[in-house]
């Protein structure tokens, strides 16, 4: 029995590309799907690595340089014109909105604290938008690509047993190359899943890590803010 599998089988091309050439059009169209969210990404997690590295170096470096600078204007002069990072851009909404809570005359408009509290919330959200921009595709292919996989197994099943019929053959030559094809969909589904998932998770707790700075950040500016507003109504009393 077993001489007469392998002779039966003898010849026969189980590399993917002659499964996919052999494969009825449901079935390719699975498998191209399936290979190009498989690309897309891995273009992510790549982009998404290296996005995640410079970020985190630009982080720490305007946070070494914010609290070594003894005058935050001086800072904010240096680098209003083109801030450079997450942080610089949520720092520069703040002193943005600082400044335009003077007046002609340098009197503070009331309300100042709040307005610049709001600037650097929206600034925050919108950091963490582009640092999450690109994961629900991930979460979307490591959810969905087993099962469009296993439909496409499904489908090429039921191919192999209409050609069973047709043929009134059992044989293992006729059946192997179609049950090959119908389990190659399913391969490649759990090919594009694993790392979509994997990497969607390892690159959704780096988010979430820098998200986290940049809300601490938030909330130390504007306690400095609230601490120099005070400050100077206590002045002007």
Not at 37 to 44: D, E, P
Not at 115 to 133: G, K, P
């Amino acid at each position: 029995m077993e001489i007469e599998l392998i002779s039966a089988t003898e010849g026969l091309d189980f590399s993917l590309l002659n499964l996919f050439l052999l494969a009825g059009f449901v079935v390719q169209s699975v498998m191209v799907l399936l290979i190009l969210a498989s690309i897309i990404c891995w273009a992510i997690i790549f982009q998404k690595i290296l996005f995640f590295g410079r970020v985190k170096s630009q982080t720490s470096a305007f946070e070494s340089a914010f609290w070594s600078e003894d005058s935050v204007e001086e800072l904010y002069e240096g680098i209003k014109r083109n801030p450079v990072g997450a942080l610089q851009r949520i720092f520069c909404a703040a002193m943005d909105e600082w400044e335009k809570s003077h007046s002609t005359t340098g009197k503070l408009i009331a309300g100042a604290s709040s307005r610049i509290d709001r600037s650097m919330s929206n600034a925050v959200n919108n950091e963490i938008n582009h640092l999450s921009r690109g994961l629900d595709f991930l979460a979307t292919v490591g959810s969905t690509a087993p099962f469009v996989g296993l439909f496409g197994t499904v489908w090429g099943i039921m191919n192999v047993f209409s050609e069973i019929g047709i043929q009134e053959n059992t044989n293992l030559a006729v059946i192997a190359p179609g049950i090959g094809e119908a389990l190659a969909a399913t391969a490649l589904g759990l090919l594009a899943a694993i790392p979509a998932v994997v990497f969607y998770n390892n690159l959704s707790t780096k988010a979430n890590s820098l998200a986290a700075r940049f809300d601490d950040f938030a909330d130390e500016f504007s306690t400095i803010v609230s601490r120099e507003i005070e400050q100077m109504e206590l002045r002007v009393e």
